[in-house]
Each structure stands twice: as C-alpha cells, then as structure tokens.
C-alpha cells in the first residue's frame, strides 16, 4: 500500500478562504496523499519559509524638518515625534519594489493623517487607508519625507542615528503573520497515510494562497543546485571561461567573480543561475537583448545590476 501511495500524484485544495480585516486575511489548504511522516516534514519546512523568506515592503525611514530629537513634540499636533513614527511603523504596504524608493506625507491640518495622505511610487499601494498617522489641531503644515525598501526579515533600527531630522525605524520585512500545520492520519498499520493541513494567516500585502506559492517557489529554488549533475558543470562552457580568466588574474581580478558573492535580490540572482550565468564575466558577456529574453527577469533589473556593479563596463 505504501509503494501505492508513493506512486500516487499528491494534490493540493484550498479548503478556505477568507478576509477578517483588511490586515489580517486566513487560508487553510490541504496536502494528500502522504506516507507516514512526511507531513511533518514538509510542514515543519514550510513554516519555516513562510515566516522567514516571504519578502514585504515597509517604510524603514522618516525625515522632518527642524526636529532636534525622537521625542520632540510639534504645536499643533497631538503625538510626538516618537508616536508618529510608530504609527508610520503599523503602516502596510503592497508592492514588488527592487531598489530603495521615496515617498512623502504634506498635509495642512486641522485634521487627521492616515496612511491614505501618503504619496506613494506607482508601484506601492497601502492596504489599509484608516491607519492613523498624527492628528492636527491646528492650521499648520505636517512634512515628513519617507523611504521605503522590500526585504526580508527584521531590521533593528540603530542607535544614535539622527541625521537633519531623519529617523530609521524598526522594520518587520514579514507578511506572514503566522502558519500552523497538523497532521491527520488514517489507515492502519503499514497502510497509514496522512494528509497536511496549512492554516496561513497574513497582514494583507499578500493572500494566503500567494504566500503559499511563493514560498513553494523560494524551497524549489533553493535545492535546485542539489538536482545539476557536478560533473556537467564542471565540464561546461562557463569552466573554459573561468581558466582562462585565472590567468589573467592581477589583469581583471573582478572578471571571475561568482554571482553569490554579490549579494543579488534573491529573485534577479535565481533568474540568471537558472540561464546558466554564474560569474561577473558571464554576465557582461550577454546584452540587454540577451538578458530581458530570461524567464522573469525585466527592465527595472538592468537598473540593479548597474547600481551593483558601480564602476564595471556593460555592454548595456
């Protein structure tokens, strides 16, 4: 019975969808059938990518004008400084942002902020417009200049980081908010199966069910080195490249530089790996042309390899 079912074509259900505020949305799916065991294994995994390698926008930076500390308060306006940027904090955003982009709050009060006054790039949207920001109780100008980054991850805001008014804030790159998996059983004996169960909770940046397959693409993607054969690789085009480029070493000492050493955005790094370029020099010996034909990759990337790689020629 066991060979039966490992033979058997495993398949997924979303069992249920729903929305209980505009930052907090639910999904529970369903994975079937398994052997004994394997449903803690592929839950406990994918917990674990769901809360960790799913990629969110935030606002990590605010600057005012004029304000000589974090607890400053502003006549006019009920919160503090430090409250404000609290409020900036709980802000959600959506949006596939590759590089570090600007937005801004320039509002005349008397009135209430929400994250609806902010003007964002066109690729950024806010899930929920009520969230407050400050309240004005006077006719005066509230300006604050903001930037926005996609990460992953926490980032700790660091001390003594003041510069002309500008403040970095806590930031929690994590849309997941929360993932459980059980198992249920049935059969007996050596016939046991198993079904998963995902119950996947996010802030509303993202459903569940995109979570669910991002992070089934981020667990492909990750032992994807693991399925190419050692031996093919090192007999391909890239190692002549790579020996030639070894003696010329004091000449180009970047020209056989691996791609992972640079610390790419996961996604324009998975899509050059998986057009067989490995290496700086393999890079730059393809055109524009060549790299937006890649699957996935577009013409914002180009940007990001030129703002990288600083200093070095491309062909485009």
């Known amino acids: ?9 495993r398949r997924w259900k979303c069992v249920e969808l729903r929305v209980d505020s505009e930052r907090l949305y639910y999904g529970r799916f369903i994975l079937f059938p398994l052997l004994k065991g394997q449903g803690d294994t592929i839950g406990i995994v994918m917990r674990r990518i769901l809360l960790g390698e799913i990629e969110a926008t935030c606002v990590t930076r605010a600057k005012f004008d004029k304000i000589p500390h974090e607890y400053s308060t502003i006549v006019g306006i009920e919160e503090s400084i430090h409250e404000i940027l609290m409020n900036l904090k709980e802000v959600v955003l959506r949006g596939n942002l590759h590089v570090t982009q600007s937005a801004s709050i320039c509002f005349k009060g008397p009135g209430c902020v929400t994250a609806k006054d902010i003007s964002l790039p066109p690729s950024v949207e806010v899930i929920d417009n009520t969230q407050h920001i400050a309240k004005l109780t006077e006719a005066i100008n509230l300006s604050i200049e903001l930037q926005i980054e996609r990460k992953l991850g926490y980032r700790i805001k660091r001390l003594n980081n003041i510069q002309d008014g500008s403040y970095t804030l806590d930031a929690v790159f994590m849309p997941v908010r929360n993932v459980n998996h059980s198992i249920h059983s049935y059969g007996n004996g050596n016939e046991q199966q198993e079904i998963l169960v995902l119950e996947i909770w996010t802030n509303g940046s993202l459903t569940p069910k995109e979570a669910l397959y991002e992070a089934s693409q981020k667990l492909i993607d990750l032992f994807i080195p693991f399925l190419e054969e050692e031996d093919n690789y090192e007999n391909n085009k ?5 020996d030639k480029l070894r003696k010329n070493e004091k000449e180009n000492p970047w020209k056989y530089m691996f791609l992972d050493q640079l610390e790419l955005p996961p996604r324009i790094y998975n899509c050059l790996t998986r057009a067989d370029i490995h290496t700086v020099e393999e890079l730059l010996l393809h055109t524009m042309d ?8 577009r013409v914002e990337d180009l940007e990001v390899l030129k ?9 485009f």
Do not use: S
């Not at 019975?1 to 074509?9: D, F, G, K, P, S």
């Not at 890239?238 to 790579?242: S, T």
């Open 1 to 9: 019975m066991n060979e039966l079912v490992a033979t058997q074509r």
């Open 307 to 315: 703002n990288r790689f600083m200093g070095l020629i491309f062909p």
């Open 238 to 242: 890239h190692r002549l490249v790579l």
């Open 290 to 297: 060549d790299l937006l034909k890649i699957e996935d990759f």
